[in-house]
């Protein structure tokens, strides 16, 4: 579970379909989306995939870093 922000809007509701992106070494989201959103961040992040092949665990920054 994660706490948002009071101002962040829209609020998510219980139930909603959300996507959660955390960022490398965080503890706490960077990036989230509903709805017609999910798409396109589902898609960059599989996008990145084939850019890890070959990565071990604590190598580097990995994609997009």
Do not use: Y
């Not at 609020?11 to 959660?20: A, E, F, N, Y």
């Not at 955390?22 to 589902?42: Q, S, Y």
């Not at 960059?44 to 665990?57: D, Q, Y």
């Amino acid at each position: 579970m994660f706490t948002m922000d009071r101002d962040i809007a829209p609020h998510l509701k219980r139930g909603d379909q959300t996507l959660i992106t955390i960022p490398k070494r965080e503890n706490h989201p960077d990036n989230w989306a509903t709805g017609k959103e999910i798409k396109p961040l589902r898609d960059m992040i599989v996008n990145a995939l084939p850019g890890s092949r070959g990565l071990k665990c604590g190598q580097g920054g990995g994609p997009g870093v």
